[in-house]
Nanobody
Framework: QVQLVESGGGLVQAGGSLRLSCAAS????????MGWFRQAPGKEREFAAA????????KYADSVKGRFTISRDNAKNTVYLQMNSLKPEDTAVYYC?????????????????WGQGTQVTVSS
């Protein structure tokens, strides 16, 4: 399918910002809907954001809407997650994922390719 490599995670204080990047290879990047998910210890993996093939539409979880922005640069085969006004409850491992159809679903099972995950820790 497609290989995904994430970067940009780290430790930040509450109220701060981070930008995550996910570089894709192996297939035509523009054929994939892309999503960001996150998983905190002891919790289910949850949807954060998604973007369609051309970047013309986006979808966000209520918990991040207004604070996070997903974007993509198909010329660079990269999807981004800009995270602002971070809260301690945003602490999680963040994963990027790819889906072949052009609709944005929130279930992790709807995505067939996953990155390795990058840790985001927000201190209080």
């Amino acid at each position: 399918q497609v290989q995904l490599v994430e970067s940009g995670g780290g430790l930040v204080q509450a109220g701060g910002s981070l930008r995550l990047s996910c570089a894709a290879s192996g297939r035509t990047f523009s054929y994939y809907t892309m999503g960001w998910f996150r998983q905190a210890p002891g919790k289910e993996r949850e949807f954060a954001a998604a973007i369609n093939r051309l970047g013309s539409t986006t979808k966000y979880a209520d918990s991040v809407k207004g604070r996070f922005t997903i974007s993509r640069d198909n010329a660079k085969n990269t999807v981004y997650l800009q995270m602002n006004s971070l809260k301690p409850e945003d602490t999680a491992v963040y994963y990027c994922a790819a889906r072949s159809p052009n609709d944005m679903v929130v279930a992790a099972t709807g995505y067939h390719s996953w990155g390795q995950g990058t840790q985001v820790t927000v201190s209080s």
